[in-house]
């Protein structure tokens, strides 16, 4: 009973069959069955994530797609580049339009996110072009001081 | 406390606070270590219930930086914000005053006092 018992273990170690044998090349075949098939499985996985991504209808909601990083609209972001002066500030306001926009995509959907972006930018536009133009109203009339004395 | 703030604030216009910047002020303060500018929009939107941008809030933050009422420092660049760095902004000691001297004065109109 005791050496039946042992001998029919189940964690005793199995034996790797040796090279040129019949059971070789049989394991060999088997292992590379295996990894067609977890190829073929991955590569649907892949091709649906593709197609769902280029789907007609746009997707509006849910986690953002790890195919497509985010991006805000990029003339919006041009626009916004020409009325900041100061490129410390340029990029904090981008960065911190940036984070909001993926959080407002993940919610709400691309279109939203790109309805959203351009308000922000047409209503930012005019306090920060007021102030870009204070400033260089004064910078022009201390340039004619300077050049006058 | 009324007295400190009436020293400190009166007869200096540099030292007034409009009702936009109280209330960023207000927000900053009470966001501590986390009032950068994105937090800081969105509280100052659901608090006022209306639409901020974000340029009006960056402006008014300028505006209290110059006067002294707040200080900023660069944080750490996020994948998230296409690595741009944060900017963090604190109370100063003149902003804390400067919101005391607000409210005592908002309590005295409310009260019916008479300012002179």
Known sequence: MSKDFIRN????AERAPRPGTRKYRARIAEVNQQARRNAVKNLDEFESALAKRYAKRPRRAGAPSPLRPVAPPARAKK???LILTREERATNIIGDLTEEYAEIEAEYGIQFANF???KQVAASACPLLKKALRWGFLASIWGWIHRLI | MKEIGREAIMGEKRDSLGSFEEIILRIVLGLGEEAYGVRI?????QAMEKSVAIGAVYTTLDRLERKGFVSSWQGEATPERGG????YFRVESP???????????RRRVSEGLALA
């Open chain 2, 95 to 105: 902003g804390i005053r400067a919101l005391n001297y607000a409210e005592e004065t």
């Open chain 1, 79 to 81: 626009l916004l580049l």
């Open chain 1, 116 to 118: 959203w972006y351009w």
């Open chain 2, 84 to 87: 741009r760095a944060k900017r």
């Open chain 2, 41 to 45: 929009r969105q509280t100052a939107e």
């Open chain 1, 9 to 12: 273990a189940p964690n005793r």
